[in-house]
């Protein structure tokens, strides 16, 4: 019989794990854009968005509170449960990362905590209507990212219509960066909180925190803080690789339009009043990518590749929460 301060030791371990492997899985929704238009080096952006994940991380506690009530309630979210939810996200982010598909830690985590609650208690554990508002963001940013990116751009096109394209990009190098940085500042505002309230869940089933506090400790924020730049650092190069030229051929007035476009969106979702909600950086900058391209033409999109994202995006939840489930059951076996 494993102890309870045991196991919290291990959720810790495996939530700061998940941190990591999500920094460099989703390093490329940062920085796949201004490495593949060169307006930046691979290494100078990937330090950069590391530092600004760390700092994104620090500043807010709204997702993570959302992710600690509105799937399971903290009372039925046992070390047991949390455990096999993270190991069964880590093993389909791990999956994707090395096929080089840009799928969603956001979708991997919800779906392995879903799989995980159903395997130990039944369908009735689950929160449907927090679940219900979870899953329409996770569906609903992604077109937001499409059309936002398709006006601006469009609007970009428009301003600068008389102007030497040479002299546009090479403007427009610069911009990027700056637009580069508020994504990667926006992705650790939003997705490290998802450890943060797992993490949060795992210390009100083992009686350390009371159940109406859902806010992280101090301590929380700054393990999942650094343990997502740690793994953003480390980078992601194959989704880098899919993300920077496989959907669109980006310019560095597409890159600064679609992460400018990915920004809003994912801003809107963290940080307005009412919504703090958890969105897939990857799939809202996938979707400002081809929002971009498509304003240009819609011919210059790689369909085929988007075909493949949207695929993988489809069957993350329900594969990482069977992967989560038969987890839950082995763990079940040993302890």
């Not at 080096?41 to 709204?62: F, Q």
């Not at 006006?151 to 301003?159: A, D, P, S």
Request: hydrophobic residues 55%.
């Amino acid at each position: 019989m494993i102890s309870t301060g045991a196991l919290l030791v291990l959720v810790v371990f495996c939530a700061l794990a998940f941190d990591f492997i999500n920094g460099f899985h989703d390093t490329a929704n940062a920085v796949a854009t201004v490495i593949s238009t060169r307006a930046l080096s691979p290494k100078r952006a990937i330090i950069m968005s590391a530092g600004l994940n760390l700092l994104g991380a620090l500043v807010s506690t709204g997702v993570a509170q959302t992710i600690a009530k509105d799937i399971v309630s903290p009372e039925f979210a046992t070390s047991e449960v949390v455990i096999a939810a993270l190991i069964g996200a880590i093993a389909w982010n791990l999956v994707t990362w090395y096929f080089g598909i840009p799928s969603s830690s956001s979708h991997a985590i919800i779906g392995g905590m879903m799989g995980a609650a159903i395997a130990h208690a039944g369908f009735s554990i689950l929160h449907w209507n927090g679940l219900t508002k979870i899953v329409a963001a996770l569906l609903i940013s992604p077109v937001l990212g499409i059309i936002i990116g398709f006006i601006v751009m469009k609007i970009l096109f428009f301003t600068f219509r008389n102007a030497s394209p040479s002299k546009v990009n090479h403007g427009f190098h610069k911009l990027q960066i700056l637009s580069a940085a508020i994504l990667s500042f926006n992705h650790g505002s939003n997705d490290a909180q998802k450890s943060m309230g797992i993490i949060t869940l795992a210390l009100i089933a083992a009686g350390m925190q009371a159940s109406t506090n859902l806010n992280p400790p101090l301590w929380v924020k700054i393990g999942c803080a650094l343990a997502m730049a740690a793994g953003t650092s480390t980078g992601g190069w194959r989704i880098i690789k899919t993300m920077g030229g496989k959907i669109f051929k980006l310019e560095p007035i597409n890159g600064f339009a679609a992460e400018l476009s990915a920004s809003v969106v994912i801003w809107v979702a963290t940080a307005f009043p009412g919504l703090h909600l958890p969105v897939s950086t990857t799939h809202v900058v996938s979707g400002a990518i081809m929002g971009v391209g498509s304003a240009k033409r819609v011919s210059a999109v790689r369909w085929g590749v988007a075909q493949q994202m949207l695929t993988a995006w489809v069957v993350t939840i329900p594969s990482s929460a069977l992967l989560a489930a038969m987890v839950f059951k082995l763990i079940s076996l040993v302890i």
